[in-house]
């Protein structure tokens, strides 16, 4: 079982909303990631989490706020975001160690921020 | 410069024939892992195939295999029998050893499966 749950599958949000997407993985994996993708480009990393603890920042505007309750779930919070942050917001988590550093995805949250 | 690179924006293929997706890729680092996904229009990235870079073989997952030439820093990704399924965007990507946790993406070839 490969599989990494992100909710909502789509969110419409104005620039004064505050919402929160959530990411779920239950393979025991200890880092997950947090990726931006626009329309036919690649995904562009944002955050990494590793053993529960922020290791990655992107230099991500601080509208966008990441948390790592447990192990096993990622939050992304969001506030006061603008127009161009509309994206596909994807998910990944990996077994932390290991060769092969398999990321995973989820099938993503497509927002549109008005 | 870049340091995966697709060069073929789109490509089209006959249903149930063999198809060749083309990744390049540049790094000074030994130790690095290539990594192929699928992503359709539903969103989903969704990992195909890994080669690693002290490897021997090219590796192989069902009808994807990754043909791995080392010197010429070349991982393209053969898919055989293509399926109406296969209709995607795929990427290729590499996991340098000094990179921390991150993964470089090509930007994508979009594979259309014609009936």
């Known amino acids: 079982d490969t599989e990494v749950t992100q909710t909502p599958k789509h969110l419409v949000m104005g620039m004064t909303n505050k919402k929160s997407l959530k990411c779920e993985q239950h393979?025991?994996?200890?880092?997950m990631y947090w990726y931006k993708q626009k329309a036919k480009k690649p995904p562009e990393l944002m955050f990494v989490?590793?053993?529960?603890?922020?290791?990655i920042n992107e230099s991500v505007p601080s509208r966008f706020s990441p948390e790592c309750p447990n192990s096993s779930l990622l939050n992304l919070h969001l506030h006061a975001l603008q127009p161009e942050d509309s994206a596909l917001y994807l998910c990944?988590?990996?077994?932390?160690?290991?060769?092969?550093?398999?990321?995973?995805f989820g099938a993503g949250t497509r927002l549109s921020v008005l | 410069a870049q340091k995966i690179t697709q060069t073929q924006p789109g490509m089209f293929v006959q249903e149930k024939e063999a198809v060749t997706l083309d990744c390049t890729y540049d790094?000074?680092?030994?130790?690095?892992?290539l990594f192929w996904y699928k992503q359709p229009s539903s969103g989903e990235m969704i990992f195909l195939i890994y080669q690693g870079s002290y490897d021997q073989q090219n590796a192989t997952e069902g009808r994807y295999s990754l043909n791995f030439q080392k010197a010429r820093k070349s991982a393209n990704l053969v898919i055989s029998a293509s399926q109406l399924g296969d209709s995607a965007m795929y990427f290729c990507?590499?996991?340098?050893?000094?990179?921390?946790?991150?993964?470089?993406f090509g930007e994508g070839t979009q594979l259309t499966v014609n009936p």
């Open positions: 990944a988590s990996r077994f932390a160690g290991g060769a092969k550093n398999i990321q995973y």
């Open positions: 990507a590499m996991k340098e050893k000094g990179s921390g946790s991150r993964l470089t």
């Open positions: 393979m025991g994996h200890r880092a």
């Open positions: 790094t000074s680092d030994p130790s690095y892992g």
């Open positions: 989490y590793s053993y529960e603890k922020l290791s």
